[in-house]
């Protein structure tokens, strides 16, 4: 049976393991978070708090990364970024473009070259048949002064397959982030930002033209807009979305009222991803299901969106 079939013949039957089985791409997610709560928690020398079923704010969801489970040690980055491989693996990703923050550098003394040599010998070590591109984000909560000096060099390295600008929408304006990309862009690394998530259609269109954006992560509130849509879709700008992320901050009401079904229908290439596992709790492979399950989307098109990712 080609993949395909097995993929539709196992949303159909409710097979999560059939599901797991079918490659897939998570092209949306971020290292420190992306190894499942419970295998995260067990290794991690003190126990850390289940996350919120909601976060009321962006705020909420930050003070839970960084005041009761984020990083503080190497011997904790050790481990998330361990897990981090370890699931997508489990999950039958074979295509991962996975976020490290650029702030990691700073756990080995400011050397690039120690990053990358611990970032490749992590992947080898725990996924090796995943193909990875490492991306590198950076968030709004800090000046483009205090990036630049981590993220020039790093693109220039030739290592990084893409990079990503997160964190708060409201914080810092996307302009001053604007050599960066530029960078990018002539580097031929491909471009990513978070935008859409907590503000509008008009936001989505503005960071895609000012960044020469390749993809955009999230990029929901384009469904506020028939003429941001039709945008994004000539231009053939992929939104990467995460659904169950989207519900857990708010975002959305429920899966059911998700705009990937809007967005889809208006011809944007859209993919289905996990963004943060540890809080949010549903693999590439579960979001699927949830999505099919909730009779979202049918099987058949579900397919389309995997292979987008595939082939993205």
Same mark, same amino acid.
């Given at each position: 049976?080609?993949?395909?079939?097995?993929?539709?013949?196992?949303?159909?039957?409710?097979?999560?393991?059939?599901?797991?089985?079918?490659?897939?791409?998570?092209?949306?997610?971020?290292?420190?978070?992306?190894?499942?709560?419970?295998?995260?928690?067990?290794?991690?020398?003190?126990?850390?708090?289940?996350?919120?079923?909601?976060?009321?704010?962006?705020?909420?969801?930050?003070?839970?990364?960084?005041?009761?489970?984020?990083?503080?040690?190497?011997?904790?980055?050790?481990?998330?970024?361990?897990?981090?491989?370890?699931?997508?693996?489990?999950?039958?990703?074979?295509?991962?473009?996975?976020?490290?923050?650029?702030?990691?550098?700073?756990?080995?003394?400011? $050397?690039?070259?120690?990053?990358?040599?611990?970032?490749?010998?992590?992947?080898?070590?725990?996924?090796?048949?995943?193909?990875?591109?490492?991306?590198?984000?950076?968030?709004?909560?800090?000046?483009?002064?205090?990036?630049?000096?981590?993220?020039?060099?790093?693109?220039?390295?030739?290592?990084?397959?893409?990079?990503?600008?997160?964190?708060?929408?409201?914080?810092?304006?996307?302009?001053?982030?604007?050599?960066?990309?530029?960078?990018?862009?002539?580097?031929?690394?491909?471009?990513?930002?978070?935008?859409?998530?907590?503000?509008?259609?008009?936001?989505?269109?503005?960071?895609?033209?000012?960044?020469?954006?390749?993809?955009?992560?999230?990029?929901?509130?384009?469904?506020?807009?028939?003429?941001?849509?039709?945008?994004?879709? $000539?231009?053939?700008?992929?939104?990467?979305?995460?659904?169950?992320? @989207?519900?857990?901050?708010?975002?959305?009401?429920?899966?059911?009222?998700?705009?990937?079904?809007?967005?889809?229908?208006?011809?944007?290439?859209?993919?289905? @991803?996990?963004?943060?596992?540890?809080?949010?709790?549903?693999?590439?492979?579960?979001?699927?299901?949830?999505?099919?399950?909730?009779?979202?989307?049918?099987?058949?098109?579900?397919?389309?969106?995997?292979?987008?990712?595939?082939?993205?």
């Amino acid at each position: 049976m080609d993949t395909k079939n097995q993929f539709i013949k196992a949303l159909e039957e409710n097979d999560l393991q059939g599901i797991k089985r079918v490659p897939k791409s998570d092209l949306h997610c971020h290292s420190g978070l992306n190894g499942r709560y419970e295998d995260v928690s067990k290794r991690l020398p003190r126990p850390i708090p289940r996350p919120a079923e909601y976060f009321d704010t962006f705020a909420d969801f930050e003070k839970y990364i960084f005041g009761d489970i984020y990083l503080n040690d190497r011997s904790n980055l050790d481990i998330l970024i361990s897990e981090a491989f370890r699931q997508p693996k489990s999950d039958g990703v074979t295509r991962l473009e996975m976020s490290f923050d650029f702030n990691f550098v700073y756990f080995f003394d400011s $050397k690039i070259e120690k990053l990358i040599e611990y970032i490749d010998e992590m992947h080898q070590k725990e996924a090796p048949g995943i193909l990875s591109k490492p991306e590198i984000g950076f968030s709004r909560t800090f000046t483009a002064k205090e990036i630049e000096p981590i993220m020039i060099p790093l693109i220039e390295s030739g290592w990084v397959g893409s990079i990503d600008l997160y964190g708060d929408e409201l914080a810092h304006p996307a302009k001053e982030y604007q050599y960066i990309y530029k960078t990018a862009d002539r580097y031929n690394v491909k471009r990513k930002a978070h935008v859409g998530e907590y503000g509008t259609a008009e936001d989505v269109r503005e960071v895609v033209e000012l960044f020469n954006l390749n993809a955009v992560q999230h990029g929901i509130a384009a469904a506020e807009s028939a003429e941001v849509m039709d945008f994004l879709a $000539k231009n053939n700008i992929p939104l990467n979305v995460c659904p169950s992320s @989207n519900v857990s901050l708010k975002r959305v009401k429920s899966i059911q009222t998700h705009p990937a079904r809007v967005l889809y229908d208006q011809g944007i290439n859209i993919t289905i @991803n996990s963004d943060d596992i540890l809080i949010f709790g549903k693999s590439v492979s579960e979001e699927y299901a949830l999505l099919y399950n909730e009779k979202v989307f049918t099987a058949e098109e579900l397919n389309v969106i995997r292979e987008n990712g595939l082939n993205q």
